[in-house]
């Protein structure tokens, strides 16, 4: 009886949600008093993970793209090895990828947008985000071998040090699913999954030509940016920014939205961010009534304030 | 070519979500149903490929009767055949499984589902199908080509897209981008008239047990007022997201 965590690595560097998932199921672990293991593809350091609770680590070196088929399978490998009883992956792009492969070859229950800690061990009983964000359910996962994907940021990090030992785990590779041709990807900017901060504009900022402002912004306090749908429907900003019920969901610390009215799919979208600024001049706007903050006023002159004061404040800091 | 397009049947993404019997049944009184907007994109681009490749496109769901009238609204968008498995969906692996027997059956080049139902919110249907089904499968793709039976297909990754080909069959779990928020039809009424000669066949399920169950609903906590900081007193702003909500 086990605990496998998925940590995920980009460029050799476990990500953030790697040592989520690794904090998350050590919490769990601790609940049914077993160890954590975790498995992990080219990780630098993977003892790191010893820092939340994670007692040792599978590490697989592997050349070539990711794959989901040949990842998922690598990771039920580890699975059956560790007699893992519970699965535990994050909600990045590519762990949503494979994880319903994973779940099949494992005959698992899979419970995705999990927010908090199971409430029950038996009936194993899961809390997760549905209805983007509107609601939560109470879900009970029946099968033996049990899958989670952790909502992001919903758990944090918890630091939790124990001795880490590092196994190079030997695979035994199946075929790509597909072939990966290109990758286009900016290196040098935060992603909306993996920001603590999102800066966030809509139609209240004019135009694409304004959206130096909300760059600015989001490059003073590290953020992401992000837009509304009609700002992406109208080709402003690239899809990829749209948060919202069609969109992205936020779940990041800190959530700035600038001339953004807060239609009902865009704050089921940013719903589980923990606080919410808003700048806006019509103070009807319904984001209002979903903020924590608000300033009403026109975002042309409170943003650039904004941003020479944050600046002072950072330099300060 | 053979497309299959796999609709879900979920509220109006404007729809207040309730729920009933002690909080373990959503609420659907007053509630507008519609087309998954996840799975419409990929409605839209399977149409593209019917007016350009001359595909068939037949599209599923897993329900009861009352799913019907968004199955004959993909119908008078242009769908040539329906079919629904007359079982009520409880969760997702159910769901594919009961898909995954009709594919194989099928003889489908290209099987097109939402990355996820907004309701629900699984994410999985897609994946699961693949797996089941032994086919190559990218999710998130916001960008579809066929030539032959070449695949090419963008999928979007956290920060940036990637481009990767296949041989089909292949399953997609598709989005926004696949085809433009412009793209989409609203049936017409020639479109409404032939969709009621169109098939639209009811299979009895094959029984796939389920993995998980829903217990029951909770909502979220009533939020707070407002805090209201004057344009004039940005200052009070950045004292109150550092000291106060400390998240800066």
Known sequence: MSILVYTETDQGKFKKGAFEVASYGKAVADQIGCDVFAVSFNANSPESLGTYGVSKVLNTSYEGSFDAK??????????????????????????????????????????????????????FTVKRAVFTNKAFSYTEITSDVKLIGVSNNAFGLVENSVACSVEAFDVSFSAPGV??????????????????????????????????????????????????????????????????????????????????????????????????????????????????????????????????????????? | MRILVCISHVPDTTSKINFVEGDTKFDTNGVQYIINPNDEFGLTRAMWFKEKNGATVDVINVGGPETETTLRKTLAIGADAAIRINTAALEASQVAKEIANVVQQGNYDLIIAGRESIDYNGGMVPGMIAALCDMS???????????????????????????????????????????????????????????????????EPQGSGTSSNTLNFEKPAPKGEVKLVSPENIDQLIDLLHNEAKVI
């Open chain 1, 70 to 123: 040949l990842f998922a399978d690598a990771i039920k490998q580890a699975a059956l090895q560790v007699g893992a009883k519970v699965v535990i992956v994050s909600s990045s792009a590519d762990s949503r990828f494979l994880s319903p492969l994973l779940a099949i070859s494992l005959d698992a229950g899979y419970a995705t947008n999990v927010v908090a800690l199971p409430s029950n061990l038996s009936p």
């Open chain 2, 137 to 203: 499968y990218v999710n998130n793709c916001v960008g579809l080509e066929i030539v032959g039976d070449k695949a090419t297909a963008i999928r979007e990754i956290d920060g940036g897209k990637e481009t990767v080909s296949a041989t089909l069959p292949l399953i997609v779990g598709g989005q926004k981008g696949l085809v433009e928020e412009s793209d989409l039809k609203i049936p017409n009424m020639r479109g409404i008239m032939m969709a009621r000669k169109k098939p639209l066949n009811v299979l």
């Open chain 1, 179 to 317: 072939q990966v041709e290109s990758v286009d990807k900016a290196s040098d900017k935060v992603t909306i999954a993996d920001a603590d901060v999102v800066v966030s504009g809509g139609r209240g900022l004019k135009g694409p030509e304004n959206w130096h402002m909300i760059e600015d912004l989001a490059q003073v306090l590290g953020a992401a940016t992000a837009c509304s749908k009609p700002v992406s429907d109208m080709g402003w900003r690239p899809h990829s920014e749209h948060v919202g019920q069609t969109g992205k969901p936020v779940a990041s610390n800190l959530y700035i939205a600038i001339g953004v009215s807060g239609a009902i799919q865009h704050l089921a979208g940013i719903n589980s961010s923990k606080v919410k600024v808003v700048i806006n001049s019509d103070p009807e706007a319904p984001f209002f009534k979903a903020a924590d903050y608000g300033i009403v006023g026109d975002a042309f002159e409170v943003v650039p304030t904004l941003i020479e004061k944050l600046k002072a404040f950072k330099a300060d800091a």
